[in-house]
């Protein structure tokens, strides 16, 4: 009884143990499962990722924190330039003075110290352009920020797609692999039994190399994708969430038309050349400055001493409207107004260049979008089919002798072409639909991305800090 007692608590026991050993690994997998997709890089993390780390925004946004000072430099043309001045050395004077002492050149150790406070009352409307020169400049360089992350967010959408297509196409090609080892298996047991030629066991051998050929060159390209996601996101693609098609936003072109006439609204590059149409324009307002007198309001100080010949202090006060006003220059100024016109006519003509490039660039990827949107369904047809197809050749040479290997072998090798071009025009379909969004100058948006704030063209850039090692920051 004992005994019986003992192998029925046993049992128990065992049964407790097998249970809690089968909770704690379903436990662990829900676990690293749930870790996995926590810590999936989502297509939107990879693009603020490589907003944030790549060096090409460090360029334009240092760029428009150096135009912005030079605003501050041009608006400080409206305030009062003051200068002191001081200096001493020997004189030799000749004047009325020297010659009514009887002394025709007098030796002095000149002195002298001044404060001038000048203050342009008129300079033909200079100041004016240039601070309105800058201001386009600035909203330039902002746009110019705007455009830059929209470009590295692009790539890097890309570099993400690029990589989970590459690893789809991976897992194919092994898939692919290891249906020709088993065709191989089964190949050598019929010729071994007498029912297929040694040349058949070479064929599927041959075909075998080729599939190992296919995953080499395929693991080569996925590698090259990692690289090229490193390059541009600055970290290693480990788990990558799924590209998530844009549905809702390509709402916002219907039609290719809808497209182009948005981007010319919304390019980010379309709108930076039109605020460099802006800056030549007031550039060729400042070339006509030189044009018109200038008028300052001169105000000074001087306390000297021993000056002209003439011994003891020599101070004055003076409060003066001074105009001047070039009446030549070697014609510089008019060759100066000629460049600001080339300047304005190479802006405009770049801002055409700009528009037809948006143009193309937007009724290119609705076509690409388009394209590859149509051919999903062909292609899944084709993978139904060419699956059916493998089938029955599959039955009818190993079962009934009815096909040969090489027809076996063919209709594996069109089911793998067709499952790697499904792939292919899916993850195409997606980009495109994310180049369209970039094109009409909707990406940043549609993705909710944190882009630096020197975007911002209504808000002023930080003040530059010196970047030298050791330097005090000023």
């Known amino acids: 009884m004992k005994r019986v007692a003992g192998v029925f608590l046993g049992r128990r026991l065992r049964g407790v143990l097998v249970a809690m050993t089968v909770l704690a690994i379903a436990v662990l997998a829900m676990f690293v499962l749930a870790t996995g997709v926590a810590e999936a890089q989502s297509l939107r993390d990879s693009a603020q990722q490589a907003v ?32 002191l001045r001081a200096g001493v050395g020997p004189e030799w004077s000749e004047n009325g003075t020297t010659r009514a002492r009887g002394d025709n050149w007098a030796y002095r150790t000149r002195r002298e110290s001044g404060v001038f406070v000048t203050q342009r009352l008129f300079d033909g409307w200079e100041t004016d352009s240039e601070v309105e020169r800058q201001k386009a400049r600035g909203q330039s360089a902002a746009r110019r920020v705007g455009e830059t992350s929209e470009i590295v967010a692009l790539d890097a959408i890309e570099a993400h797609i690029d990589v989970l297509r ?8 092994q898939d692919n692999l290891e249906v020709h080892r088993r065709i191989l298996g089964r ?16 064929q599927a051998r041959a075909r075998l190399e080729n599939a190992d050929a296919i995953l080499i060159e395929t693991r080569g390209a996925l590698e090259d994708a990692e690289n090229r996601y490193e390059f541009i996101v600055h970290r290693r693609p480990g788990a990558l969430g799924p590209a998530e098609f844009p549905r809702q936003a390509l709402d916002r072109a219907s039609s290719a038309d809808a497209a182009v006439e948005r981007a010319r609204r919304q390019n980010r590059t379309l709108r930076i050349t039109e605020s460099d149409v802006v800056v030549a324009e007031r550039e060729i307002d400042a070339a006509d400055a030189p044009f018109y007198p200038r008028v300052n309001l ?89 699956r059916r197809v493998r089938n029955a050749y599959n039955d009818q040479f190993f079962n009934q002798g009815q096909r040969s290997l090489i027809d076996v072998l063919n209709a594996e090798n069109e089911l793998f072409v067709s499952r790697g071009r499904l792939v292919s025009a899916d993850q195409t379909r997606t980009f495109s639909a994310y180049r369209l969004l970039a094109a009409m100058g909707d990406l940043v948006d549609v993705l909710g991305l944190e882009i630096p704030a020197e975007a911002d063209e209504a808000k002023p ?8 090692p050791g330097r005090a920051k000023r």
């Open 166 to 173: 590459q690893r789809e196409l991976v897992r194919l090609a």
């Open 52 to 83: 944030k780390t790549n060096p090409r925004l460090d360029v334009v946004t240092n760029n428009r924190q150096a135009v912005e000072q030079e605003l501050a430099r041009a608006r400080g043309q409206y305030l009062p330039q003051v200068d």
């Open 298 to 386: 001169e105000v000074g100080a001087t306390r000297n001493r021993d000056i002209d010949g003439a011994k003891g202090d020599d101070n004055d006060v003076s409060a003066l409207v001074v105009m001047r006003w070039n009446l030549y220059r070697g014609g510089s100024d008019i060759a100066q107004r000629r460049v600001a016109l080339g300047r304005m006519s190479q802006a405009m003509a770049q801002r055409q260049v700009a528009a037809r490039n948006a143009e193309e660039e937007a009724r290119r990827s609705w076509v690409q979008y388009t394209t590859a949107n149509d051919r999903l369904q062909p292609l899944r047809n084709a993978i139904d089919r060419n």
């Open 461 to 468: 850039a930080p003040v530059p800090q010196d970047p030298r």
């Open 187 to 202: 190949v050598r047991q019929r010729a071994g039994n007498g029912a297929a030629p040694m040349a058949d066991v070479d």
